[in-house]
Nanobody, 125 residues
Framework: QVQLVESGGGLVQAGGSLRLSCAAS????????MAWFRQAPGKEREFVAD????????YHADSVKGRFTISRDRAKNTAYLQMNNLKPEDTAVYYC??????????????????WGQGTQVTVSS
């Protein structure tokens, strides 16, 4: 099992930037991919981006492509989500998640075994 702890959320004006961090501990060598999801009030948890832990290949949802960038530092066992040009519709609790293999669609939160506690991102207009 992998323990994940997010940080870096906060309140920002539209057009601003934030960088989220997700520190992994426990069994980080078992990680195949790490992903960021978000959940706004009254909505389902939504896939944002993921990265393969070994090769660093990335995939971003269309809603954030060109604005958000996922990356990782294997030496620090940490994944990041750089968020630029933030919009009010980006307001949500952001979660990082990890999985040990390719088990079903990357977009489905049910296919991730390990989750962080979440960090709130609020974008004001």
């Amino acid at each position: 099992q992998v323990q994940l702890v997010e940080s870096g959320g906060g309140l920002v004006q539209a057009g601003g930037s934030l960088r989220l961090s997700c520190a992994a501990s426990g069994r980080p060598l078992s990680i195949y991919t790490m992903a960021w999801f978000r959940q706004a009030p009254g909505k389902e948890r939504e896939f944002v981006a993921d990265i393969t832990w070994s090769g660093g290949s990335t995939y971003h949802a269309d809603s954030v492509k060109g604005r958000f960038t996922i990356s990782r530092d294997r030496a620090k066992n940490t994944a990041y989500l750089q968020m630029n040009n933030l919009k009010p519709e980006d307001t949500a609790v952001y979660y990082c998640a990890a999985r040990s293999g390719v088990f079903g669609s990357r977009l489905n939160a049910a296919n991730y075994a390990d989750w962080g506690q979440g960090t709130q991102v609020t974008v004001s207009s």
